[in-house]
C-alpha cells in the first residue's frame, strides 16, 4: 500500500504564483529558470508566453495583453527568470507595494436617512441665484426627500417635518415654493411598487428564456 507521504498531494507541491495559469505553466516556468544557456531559456519564455495566451484568450481582448503576459511571466518566476523581454521588466516592489488607507469621508449631516445626493442639490440649489430657477429646483429637492423619506419608513410621512428638514438643511436659505403641492404619499408607494413588480416580471422573463433555451427537444 502506497504511503500517504509519497502521494503528489497539492498541499506537498509549491504554492502557484498565479494559479488561473495552472501548475505545467509554473512548472514550465519553473524549468527555464534552470536552463543556462539563455538563448534557450529566451526560446523557453517567449514557447510559455504562447501557451499563456492560449490558455487565456480573454486577455486578447484587453490593450497590449502581450505586455500582460510578459509581466505575469516574470511574477511567476519570482522575478528569477533572466531573459529579454521585449518590454520594460516590472517593478516588483512597485508591483506588492501596499495601497495608501483610504480615509473615510466623514460629513455634519444630520439627517442621513435623506442621503448625500439630497444634501449635494440642497447646496447647489442655496447657491442659484435666480429665484424662479432656485423655487423649481427646490420643489424637485422636497419630492426627492420624500421619495427617500419612503423608502424607510411607509408607516407615517408628514410633510410639514419634510419642509422643517429642509429649511435646517439648507440653514434657513431655502423653503417650500408658495402654493407648493408635495408629491403624494400613495403616489410614490405605487410608483415603487410598479418598479418593483416590473422588475420581478423582468427577472422571471429572463428566468423563463432561460429554461426555454435549455429545455430539451422531443421528436
Wanted: aromatic share 8%; no cysteine; net charge positive.
Amino acid at each position: 500500500m502506497e504511503a500517504t507521504e509519497d502521494k503528489d498531494y497539492n498541499t506537498n507541491r509549491t504554492q502557484m504564483v498565479i494559479p488561473e495559469y495552472g501548475r505545467n505553466i509554473q512548472k514550465m516556468v519553473e524549468h527555464a529558470i534552470a536552463l543556462e544557456d539563455k538563448d534557450e531559456r529566451n526560446k523557453m519564455a517567449n514557447a510559455i508566453i504562447s501557451v499563456m495566451g492560449q490558455l487565456n484568450p480573454h486577455l486578447r481582448d484587453i490593450a497590449d495583453f502581450k505586455h500582460k503576459l510578459w509581466d505575469h511571466l516574470f511574477i511567476i518566476s519570482d522575478f528569477k527568470l533572466d531573459v529579454d523581454s521585449p518590454y520594460p521588466l516590472p517593478n516588483k516592489e512597485v508591483l506588492f507595494e501596499k495601497p495608501e488607507r483610504m480615509v473615510y469621508p466623514k460629513t455634519e449631516n444630520r439627517f442621513k436617512h435623506y442621503g448625500k445626493s439630497v444634501k449635494d442639490l440642497i447646496d447647489a440649489a442655496t447657491a442659484i441665484e435666480d429665484k424662479a430657477e432656485q423655487s423649481a429646483l427646490t420643489g424637485v429637492i422636497l419630492n426627492l426627500m420624500k421619495k427617500t423619506y419612503l423608502t424607510f419608513n411607509q408607516d407615517s410621512v408628514d410633510d410639514n417635518q419634510l419642509f422643517a428638514d429642509l429649511k435646517l438643511m439648507s440653514k434657513d436659505k431655502l423653503t417650500a415654493p408658495e402654493g407648493f403641492q408635495m408629491i403624494s404619499t400613495n403616489e410614490v408607494l405605487a410608483m415603487t411598487k410598479k418598479k418593483r413588480t416590473n422588475s420581478n416580471n423582468n427577472r422571471n422573463h429572463k428566468q423563463n428564456n432561460k429554461k426555454q433555451h435549455y429545455k430539451k427537444r422531443r421528436y
